[in-house]
């Protein structure tokens, strides 16, 4: 059996350890506690290490999922966890100002993993954000000057959950021919 390493990155709130909840639809190991950061993100609990779960895909391949805190003052925990990783997921909360720069941003910090990481922008929240503008949010959604992946997710969804591991797997194959051959 294959089995990958997934991480899941992205802001407080955008839905990381929802996303892992509803995919592994099982056991899932959390680090949630009481969120008295309600300025990040008004909701009851946030992750303080990380969401871990072991999931078997119908296609017969094993994730190891595993999603970051969204605090910034674990922003020291993502490379951690992104090593030895060969896909990430990095949510983007539709609610947001300045989801561009947040983008950027982002992209910025994984331009070093940019070698052997697939990358798959998924965008959440968008029913709760009439103004958004996914053609443009696009544009920025490029790294190491390849354009990404960039799609609309509700993390609460598990459907949808499992099209977006099945997209990243084909970015994650894509990315080892382009390493195998150049
Ligand atoms: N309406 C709506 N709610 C969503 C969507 N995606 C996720 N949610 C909700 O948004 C909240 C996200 O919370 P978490 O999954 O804890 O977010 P997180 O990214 O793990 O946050 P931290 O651990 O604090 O960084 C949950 O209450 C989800 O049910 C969406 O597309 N639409
Ligand atoms: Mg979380």
């Not at 990481?117 to 709760?128: E, K, N, S």
């Not at 958004?132 to 598990?158: F, I, N």
């Amino acid at each position: 059996m294959r089995e990958h390493k997934v991480v899941v990155l992205g802001g407080m709130g955008s839905g990381k350890s929802t996303l892992v909840r509803s995919i592994a639809a099982g056991p899932v190991v959390d680090t949630d506690v009481a969120n008295s950061d309600r300025t990040g993100a008004d909701k009851a609990s946030t992750t303080v290490a990380l969401d871990y779960a072991d999931i078997d895909l119908p296609n017969g391949e094993r994730l190891r999922l595993y999603g970051t805190p969204g605090q910034h003052r674990f922003d020291f925990l993502w490379p951690i966890l992104l090593q030895g990783a060969r896909g990430a997921v990095l949510l983007i909360d539709a609610r947001r100002a300045g989801v561009s720069a947040e983008l950027d941003t982002y992209l910025q910090a994984l331009q070093p993993f940019a070698g052997t990481l697939a990358l798959v922008v998924a965008v959440t929240h968008l029913d709760q954000a009439p103004t958004a503008v996914l053609d443009a949010w696009s544009e920025h959604a490029v790294l190491d000057g390849q354009p990404l992946p960039l799609l609309p997710l509700d993390a609460r969804d598990r459907e949808q959950g499992l099209m977006l591991m099945d997209l990243l797997m084909s970015e994650m194959e894509a990315h080892a021919l382009v390493a195998a051959h150049g």
